[in-house]
């Protein structure tokens, strides 16, 4: 258990933002294991439904069906009904440009822009159903173009803009979009990316997209190849103000996220609309139970999952004001995010500890020259957060008087899963616990061979029933979705992470059990760095293992064995640097390049994992009692040390 200090082990937040005592938590939180469907359709009555369900739930494990036979439209959700009070002149964006630049939309003029917006779409052809790819920045375009195609039932699949042009065509061609939306190019650190080019390579090889759309925002020239590519702007008809929003089936996907698994491709983690809406909205409001007045600002790029329920559907469905930030968190100066947060007067700020661990770095000297009183919650997502960070973060950011939740959750997941609800009373945070589940989700914890452990023992973390914001299935490939999920064990939810419980019944979260890595809060396959690296003509195998990083959490560490007449090389590094930037994306680039003569290997042909990681991380192998096969331990044991010495030289 991670060592709380003394001076924030007490940090129950004392700024209250809503008080629910905390045996009203726990009548609330029996009572939705009791009774799920009860609970969850009490729940779901806070939407507007275009059509009332007839079913709560369908469970046909795997497969959940939520709300079946009702009918909501996410984009009247999170426009039209706030567009009709008083919220129709309230701020809903304020974004602000890397360079500076600001717009301020209020739900009136986010209306607009997305009526417009699906009015293009529907003039493009594109029908309910069809798939589009929104390769963006962070510019207010994004969440207009995910709002347009909820509004037309299109299902927008995001893809990250630092992700390179194969893994969009990789996306783009699994879930064969039709459509892809780009801009000219974005800023980051000062310089312009060419997202439009990038694409240009990607839809070369993608044969299902018919068009591409190019919103502008740098202004640069870029080539545009008639019949197929549009300036936004062109097509926009500022004579429309409103497409009516049809209204789909609950179960109708909202979108599709491509995320990294242990296999070598990134797989499509497919959300409904009424479930995933439902969860998305309550959970919000237990966890963050925003003002009319407040400002939230969830620094997430919007090609990541927090920012699509958090930074996206969860506030708007809210009618919350959000900040929406296009640049890098330390340009042009160190204090860029306080300068912000001062500038807007952000009452609650949503990172990752990636950021914290950053600022850490840099000092407390850059928030203290801030007024950061607006602050009143603090909230954390990603990975776990050491109380060292946590304690920094409650101190220098929140000034000792905001409550930080820790959120764990996933992309399949849809919203939190385990994260404190700041009113609750009396409940202390624990630096670097995320706390008890919500309601509704029933957690367990699990040995290797599925039986249930007790307090204080570190185990597999697993989810005993559906919940509504729950993926309904892989991308057109059920079967990896029963083989990821619910094969590990019998009739349970498997999300891959590490978990213990305390005496208290409070959750401690100790990252991925499995083949994913976590960098800088990015989540990477070892599979698919490995079977990138494995395309190149130099190269044997290729295995991939992290070591901590004091601010990254994981860095990427590679071990290569090369094929005969090859020779380990700087400018080979570089090669296979460049070739993995150019593939997947600079988030996967290895920190470490290891040239060995063979990878360590089980009798069976397997990579010894447990080796590689212990090399890597320049520690011992650790507890090999769970390794009943004494001859594999002493194979193991040889594997680390040949490994060892073959990394030094
Ligand atoms: C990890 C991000 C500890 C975890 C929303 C999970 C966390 C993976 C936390 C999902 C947290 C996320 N504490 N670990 N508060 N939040 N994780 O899909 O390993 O990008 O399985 O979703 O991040 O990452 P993903």
């Not at 798939?131 to 039932?153: D, K």
């Not at 919350?320 to 330390?330: F, K, M």
């Not at 290569?560 to 600079?586: E, F, M, Q």
Request: a negative charge.
């Amino acid at each position: 258990m991670p060592e709380i200090k003394p001076e924030c082990s007490q940090a129950s937040g004392p700024q209250k933002i809503f008080s629910w005592p905390y045996h009203r938590y726990m009548s609330m939180y029996r009572h939705s294991l009791e009774d799920p469907e009860s609970f969850w359709a009490t729940e779901a009555r806070k939407l507007n439904w275009a059509q009332q369900w007839e079913k709560v739930l369908e469970w046909q494990p795997p497969y959940a069906r939520w709300f079946v036979g009702g009918k909501i439209n996410a984009s009247y959700q999170c426009l039209d009904r706030h567009v009709k009070t008083w919220r129709r002149s309230k701020v809903a964006i304020y974004w602000e440009g890397e360079n500076g630049e600001t717009r301020t939309l209020s739900y009136s003029t986010l209306f607009r822009e997305v009526n417009q917006c699906a009015d293009v779409l529907l003039k493009l052809g594109v029908k309910k159903g069809d798939i589009v790819a929104l390769y963006l920045p962070m510019i207010t375009e994004l969440p207009v173009f995910m709002l347009a195609c909820a509004r037309i039932g299109a299902v927008h699949t995001v893809v990250f803009s630092g992700l390179s042009a194969q893994s969009l065509g990789d996306r783009v061609n699994d879930c064969k979009a039709k459509v892809v939306v780009t801009a000219d190019g974005g800023y980051r650190r000062g310089k312009i990316f060419k997202l439009k080019q990038t694409a240009d390579i990607t839809v070369n090889s993608c044969p299902s997209v018919e068009k591409i759309l190019v919103v502008k925002r740098t202004g640069e020239d870029v080539p545009m190849v008639e019949g197929r590519d549009y300036w936004y702007s062109d097509l926009i008809d500022e004579d429309v103000h409103y497409v009516a929003p049809e209204a789909f089936e609950a179960t109708h996907p909202l979108y599709i996220l491509y995320t990294s698994g242990t296999t070598g491709k990134p797989k499509g983690v497919v959300h409904s609309t009424g479930g995933y809406l439902v969860f998305n909205h309550s959970t919000f409001k237990w966890i963050f139970d925003i003002r009319e007045d407040s400002v939230f600002w969830c620094t997430a790029d919007i090609g990541w999952v927090t920012g699509h329920s958090y930074a996206v559907y969860g506030p708007l469905s809210h009618g919350a004001a959000i900040v929406l930030y296009e640049g890098s968190p330390d340009y042009p100066t160190i204090d860029r995010w306080w300068d912000i947060i001062e500038k807007y007067s952000v009452n609650i700020f949503y990172t990752s500890p990636t950021a914290i661990r950053m600022f850490m770095k840099y000092g407390e000297e850059y928030p203290a020259r801030h007024n950061l009183s607006s602050l009143e919650l603090l909230a954390s997502v990603g990975e776990p957060i050491s109380a060292e960070a946590w304690c920094w973060y409650y101190k220098h950011i929140g000034q000792e008087k905001c409550p930080i939740v820790d959120t764990w959750w996933q992309t399949e997941t849809g919203g939190f899963m385990i994260a404190p609800s700041p009113g609750i009373e009396p409940m202390p945070l624990k630096p670097g616990s995320a706390t008890l589940p919500l309601p509704g989700i029933d957690v367990a914890i699990l040995d290797a061979e599925g039986n249930e452990l007790g307090t204080n023992q570190k185990g597999y973390l697993v989810i005993k029933k559906p919940w509504p914001g729950m993926l309904m299935d892989i991308y057109g490939d059920s079967e990896l979705y029963k083989k990821n999920y619910w094969s590990r064990f019998k009739g349970v939810y498997y999300p891959g992470d590490y978990a213990m419980r305390d005496e208290d019944g409070y959750f401690w979260l100790y990252g991925r059990a499995d083949e994913v890595l976590k960098v800088a809060g990015h989540r990477i396959g070892t599979a698919e760095i490995e079977s990138s690296v494995a395309e190149l003509d130099e190269v044997t195998e290729a295995a991939v293992a992290s070591r901590p990083d004091e601010v990254k959490g994981e860095a990427i560490v590679l071990f290569i064995s090369l094929k005969t007449g090859y020779k380990p090389s700087d400018d080979l590094k570089k090669a296979i640097v460049g070739h993995i930037r150019k593939n997947i994306g600079p988030i996967a680039a290895p920190d470490e390049i290891y040239f060995v003569q063979s990878l360590p290997k089980t009798r069976s042909g397997k990579i010894m994992r447990r080796v590689l990681k212990a090399v890597a991380s320049n520690q011992g192998l650790g507890d090999l009692s769970t390794i009943e096969d004494q001859e594999s331990v002493t194979e193991v044991k040889k594997a680390y040390e040949a490994l060892k010495g073959c990394t030094r030289d």
